[in-house]
C-alpha cells in the first residue's frame, strides 16, 4: 500500500535549513516525496494581519511559531524586506530535485496567496499562477507538471489553469483521490488530496506532543489503505525531524511503500477517480477555511 508524501516549503529558512535536511532522511529511509516550492518573495510577517482568523491564536500559541519560524522571518514583508526564495536557493533545489524527488509549485508568495485566493478573479489566480510557473521554469530548466496550493486553499479559476498545464493537483483536504467538481461542473485535473491530520495541527491538542504524536498518527494508519501526508520544511525539517522520523520508521513496518505524490498518481487511473465537489471548511488544529473534497 502506498503512502505519499508531501513535503510543504513555504519560507526561505525552511528551504535552506529544512530543505536538504529532510532530503537527507527521507534518502536514509529509501523514501520517495515530493516537493512543493514557494518561489517568489518570503513574506512571512505579514500573515499576521490573520490575527481576526478564527483559531489563529490557538494555532500560534500551540505550536510555538517563533521557535520554528525564527524572529527574523516574522519580519520579512514588514520590518525586513521579503528576500526571493527561488532566486536565493536555486542550487538548493535542483540539489534536492538531483537526489531523486519530485519538485512542484506552491505557490509564487505564500502569504499573498492564501490571502488572496478564496476569493480571487481569473486574472489575479492566474497571473500569481503564471509567476510561479516561470520561476520553477528558470531554477529547473523545465515546466513544472504539479502543483499543491499553498495552506489548502484555492478556487475554480486556478483548477481551470491546472486542467490545462497540470497532471495532477494536491490542493484539498480529504479521504481519497478524486477528480474535482466545482458546484458540480467538472474542472481541473486529478486532486490527490492530504487524507492525514499534520503534526502542527496535533501538537498541543488533547494531550499530544512532540514524544507522543507519531504513535497517534501511527493508530490512525494501522488499517492499511492509500494516504498522503503533508509535512512542512519549517517543522518535520526541523523541531519535528525526530518525530518524522518516527513516522517513517513506524510506516515502513506498517508496510507501506513511502513515494512521491508523482509514484501515487503513476498507481492510479485518472478515468476511474470518482467525482467530487470541492467547497470550503474547517479542519481541527488550523485556523481559517480550507478546501475539502466534500
Not at 484555492?154 to 489553469?161: C, D, E, G, L
Not at 501538537?203 to 512532540?210: A, M, W, Y
Request: positive net charge; contains cysteine; aromatic residues 10%.
Amino acid at each position: 500500500m502506498k503512502l505519499a508524501l508531501k513535503i510543504d516549503v513555504d519560507t526561505l529558512r525552511g528551504t535552506v535549513e529544512g530543505v536538504p535536511r529532510l532530503a537527507r532522511l527521507l534518502e536514509r529511509h529509501g523514501a520517495g516525496a515530493s516537493f512543493f516550492y514557494s518561489l517568489g518573495p518570503d513574506h512571512t510577517g505579514r500573515a499576521l494581519r490573520r490575527v481576526f482568523r478564527p483559531g489563529f491564536f490557538s494555532k500560534v500559541r500551540r505550536t510555538s511559531v517563533l521557535r520554528h519560524y525564527g524572529l527574523r522571518t516574522l519580519l520579512y514583508g514588514t520590518l525586513l524586506p521579503g528576500p526571493d526564495i527561488g532566486i536565493r536557493c536555486a542550487a538548493t533545489l535542483r540539489a534536492v530535485r538531483d537526489m531523486g524527488f519530485e519538485a512542484g509549485v506552491h505557490c509564487w508568495d505564500h502569504v499573498r496567496w492564501q490571502d488572496g485566493i478564496e476569493r480571487a478573479d481569473a486574472g489575479w489566480t492566474e497571473r500569481e499562477m503564471r509567476r510561479g510557473c516561470e520561476r520553477f521554469a528558470a531554477v529547473f530548466g523545465t515546466q513544472p507538471r504539479a502543483w499543491a496550493a499553498a495552506g489548502w486553499q484555492t478556487n475554480r479559476h486556478a483548477a481551470r489553469v491546472e486542467e490545462l498545464a497540470f497532471d495532477y493537483a494536491s490542493d484539498t483536504r480529504g479521504r481519497c483521490a478524486f477528480r474535482p467538481l466545482w458546484d458540480g461542473a467538472a474542472i481541473g485535473c486529478a486532486q490527490l488530496p492530504t487524507t492525514l491530520p499534520t503534526l502542527d495541527e496535533l501538537v498541543g491538542r488533547d494531550g499530544l506532543d512532540e514524544g507522543n504524536v507519531a504513535v497517534h498518527l501511527l493508530a490512525l494508519t494501522a488499517e492499511p489503505r492509500q494516504h498522503v501526508f503533508t509535512a512542512h520544511a519549517e517543522l518535520e525539517g526541523g523541531a519535528f525531524l525526530g518525530a518524522f522520523e518516527g513516522l517513517l520508521s513506524g510506516w515502513k513496518a506498517q508496510g507501506y511503500e513511502l513515494v512521491s505524490l508523482r509514484a501515487l498518481f503513476a498507481s492510479l487511473d485518472p478515468a476511474r477517480l470518482p467525482q467530487h465537489d470541492v467547497v470550503y471548511g474547517e479542519i481541527a488544529g488550523r485556523s481559517g477555511r480550507l478546501a475539502l473534497q466534500a
